[in-house]
């Protein structure tokens, strides 16, 4: 048994777990991160910041870094069937998720933390804090920061059951292809929206979503076919779908959900990311959500680090209803996006054509949250 007593263990090295490790280094908790592949898994893939996102990599001081490897989307535009219902300057950011996760590991090592690869969770005793792996190492910690995911097995400690992730209904596409284009593009058709954004000067990033209940596996390394793809997507345009048939692979994969929770922690295991709220991807704001979480949790932990239960509460008691607010906006706007009643979709091209022009107040509430003004 490998005795890190004092130590924060961290289970997942993705966003909300590196984010964490990058809060507790930087002011000297140690913390041991612990990852189950070899690297770290971006899996080729583009994500998009918004500024709640941002604000958070501010105040983490990583902003210089992220500048550098990130591309300010000149515009966002909306189009319904080809016809441009939407035009703003929303200041995102977007970058390959490969370079997010440099960016913050690169922060964790060299502030002092500690990463273990390979170390596949397998059990954990919730009582006294021991973690089990597949590989047979075992260890003793000072608290369990869950961020293992959509798939988490900390999750089913801390509810007491096992349960399956649920498909919600919508699978995907995505891929890279080579273009200069430099701003983001989001294109309606019924049940079906496609996203484009440049993650570098030279390359465009696409997710494909479909209402449909052919659900792919639940992994994003599943290889598709172009044809395939094709297919599922068939309801936009032939110049779209020519653009994203310029991809050397593309990648399916279904889109999973949890139901929500009503904590985020269970003694001695807080759940932070999608290990407590996996949403849909439609407002672009999992990874957003997971750097929020991340922040508060890291924040609560260093001002409260000997009384950890104080941390928890005051964790949960800010996120909470944060958290399923969002949930519920991400899978609103899955149905706004994939509207099929002609009067409808009218009806939601016209809101979004005056929304161009004013300020969105739903977005806003999002986009304008300062972790800071609840700490
Ligand atoms: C199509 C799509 C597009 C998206 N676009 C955006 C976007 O533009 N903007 C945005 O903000 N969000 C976006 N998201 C959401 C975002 O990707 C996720 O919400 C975010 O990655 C969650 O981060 P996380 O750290 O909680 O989990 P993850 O990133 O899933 O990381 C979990 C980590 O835990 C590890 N792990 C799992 N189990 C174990 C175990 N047993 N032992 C050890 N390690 C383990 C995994 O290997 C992984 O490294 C998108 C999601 C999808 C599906």
Redesign the pocket.
Known sequence: MHQYQNHIGI???????LALGCMLAKNNIPSIL????SK??SHGAG???SPN?LRVLEHMNLMNNIHNHSVQTSRTRIYSDSRCVYSADPLLRTMSRENLYKILLEEYLSSGGEILFN???KGIDNNKSKLFFNNGSKFIIRHIAA???????CREVVLKKNSDPIYSGYS?W?GLVASDQDHASIYLSKRSHIVTYPIDKNTLSF?GVVKTNKAYKQQWMSRGSIKEMREDLSMHPNEILNTLSKANEVHKWG?YQRPQLKNLFNNNITL????AH?IV?FL???????LEDSFVFGKLLIANINDLQKAQSLYEKIRINRINKIKQMSEFQGRLYHLSNPLLVKGRNFLMNLSSSTTDKRLDRIWSYDPLDYL
Do not use: T
Not at 272 to 275: E, S, V
């Open positions: 289970v997942g090295a993705g966003i909300s777990g612990f990852e189950k592949h770290l898994g994500i998009s910041l996102g170390h596949d969770l961020c293992d995911g959509i798939k988490s097995l995907a995505r997710v889109i932070l990311g999608d290990a996996p991807p672009g704001q999992g990874g957003c959500m997971a």
